[in-house]
């Protein structure tokens, strides 16, 4: 099976840097995604890591080490739209496992 | 190009009624998988389908079902309602499924069952 943890809601000033942290077990690893969720509103991807490292695009990186079963997300430059919901989740490996496990989300509330 | 289009967007019913969503997936995907979304819980598997086949489902009940068209088009259908089936169902269509990575989710069908 697989476990995954985040905090519940985390908040910060605009224009600061918050960090998003992801923990996970799982049976087999074929990936991990990030999703931001505005209220009300579909989830958007926006990260994907596979391998160890940073990814950096635009404001936003995510991290991740398989060893260490650990993922974040990085936000830089906050603003106010920043404001949502961020869905970790991780792709298993073989046979059914390849669909994604959601954790529970961190809601991240960015103050003027 | 159109995004994931899930209707109804909003409905309520009560306890002991049968619920039927559809799900219209993007052009050309042909992987459609549904999630239930619950405060408490999160996003919770459901099941997906692929070129009509049920591939793979999630630890949910008999009373959730579902199928695929030969368009791609999804539905799913939850019989005798229970209050704690109240939640937001968001389908998410990609193109094949398997290794691919990216889901590309609708703006979900909220329930609320009385």
């Known amino acids: 099976g697989q476990n995954i943890d985040q905090p519940t809601e985390m908040t910060a000033t605009e224009g600061a840097i918050v960090q998003i942290n992801c923990t996970y077990q799982?049976?087999?690893?074929?990936?991990l995604f990030w999703y931001q969720q505005h209220a009300g509103e579909a989830p958007t991807f926006l990260s994907y890591?596979?391998?160890?490292g940073l990814e950096e695009k635009g404001r936003f990186s995510s991290f991740l080490s398989r060893s260490k079963g650990y993922s974040y997300l990085l936000l830089k430059e906050l603003q106010m739209k920043d404001s949502a919901s961020y869905l970790c989740a991780v792709r298993g490996a073989g046979g059914g496992s390849y669909i994604p496990t959601f954790g529970r989300g961190t809601s991240l509330i960015v103050h003027p | 190009k159109a995004g994931v289009t899930q209707t109804p967007r909003y409905l309520i019913k009560t306890r002991g009624q049968q619920v039927t969503l559809s799900c219209s997936p993007i052009?050309?995907?042909?992987?459609v998988s549904w999630y239930q979304q619950t405060p408490g819980q999160g996003l919770q598997f459901l099941f997906e389908y692929f070129s009509e086949t049920q591939r793979n489902k999630g630890n949910f009940p008999g009373r959730f079902s579902g199928r695929q068209f030969s368009n791609s088009r999804s539905e799913m259908n939850v019989s005798t309602l229970e209050l704690g089936d109240s939640a937001l169902y968001l389908c998410?269509?990609?193109?094949?499924?398997?290794?691919?990575?990216?889901?590309?989710f609708g703006e979900g069908s909220r329930l609320t069952v009385l």
């Open positions: 890591n596979v391998l160890d």
């Open positions: 799982t049976s087999g690893f074929n990936g």
């Open positions: 998410a269509s990609s193109p094949r499924g398997g290794d691919t990575g990216e889901l590309f």
């Open positions: 052009s050309g995907h042909r992987s």
